[in-house]
């Protein structure tokens, strides 16, 4: 059997699991000081935000409740489609609450855009947007990101949640993959 498809390569490390973990715990340092007082109601973007999200709430000293938010805005490939679909609603109102939306990455700045729409319009107290990574680069759109982590290249990423076609989710690391044969 061939191995040379892109999901199947072993992608190459661009942001170690170490480095990674330390500025996590800075940003929730961030964001607990800036809520001090505050319950806070973190919503989770799927499926990429997913370990991100249970890595960073677990550093957040602050009082909170968690809502998944089902969204899917790349079918298979690797640019954006500009289309986003919501796949899993939130469980719970966000009328006068301050909401936190963690994402994974910010390529075109589509998708982070139609979510912090979509939720203002259920009218939260407040509501500020943090993610992983972000493509200066790449954005197609204005958008604020209150909590960042990294800005990286236009580079397609996989690892730490993210995925390429379903694969490479559960890596500790952020990593690349080497689109040379
Ligand atoms: P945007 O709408 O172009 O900003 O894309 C945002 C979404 O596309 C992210 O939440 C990811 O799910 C996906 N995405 C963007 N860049 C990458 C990448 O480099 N690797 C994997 N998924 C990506
Ligand atoms: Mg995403």
Redesign the pocket.
Same mark, same amino acid.
Not at 105 to 110: C, H, K, P
């Given at each position: 059997m061939r191995t040379s498809e892109p999901a199947t390569k072993q992608p190459k490390i661009l942001i170690p699991e170490v480095k990674l973990q330390a500025r996590i715990s800075e940003l929730a340092q961030e964001i607990a000081h800036d809520y001090q007082g505050r319950e806070i109601v973190a919503v989770c973007?799927l499926?990429?935000?997913f370990i991100f999200f249970s890595d960073i709430i677990r550093r957040l000293d602050i009082p909170m409740s968690c809502e998944f938010l089902g969204?899917?805005?790349?079918a298979n490939k690797?640019v954006?489609s500009?289309e986003?679909k919501v796949t899993l609603d939130l469980n719970e109102p966000l009328e006068g609450k301050h909401v936190i939306v963690f !994402?994974?990455? /910010?390529?075109?700045?589509?998708?982070?855009?139609?979510i912090m729409n979509l939720l203002r319009g259920r009218r939260p107290a407040s509501i500020k947007s943090c993610s992983l990574?972000m493509?200066p680069e790449?954005?197609?759109i204005e958008?604020d990101v209150d909590y960042l982590g990294f800005k990286?290249g236009k !580079?397609?990423? /996989?690892g730490y949640g993210?995925?390429?076609a379903g694969s490479h989710r559960g890596l500790p690391y952020i990593g690349?993959i080497d689109q040379e044969h």
């Open positions: 973007i499926k990429g935000s969204v899917s805005s790349y690797m954006s500009g986003v !994402e994974d990455i /910010v390529d075109s700045g589509l998708t982070l855009s139609y990574l493509k790449a954005l197609k958008i990286i !580079e397609f990423v /996989v993210i995925d390429y690349f």
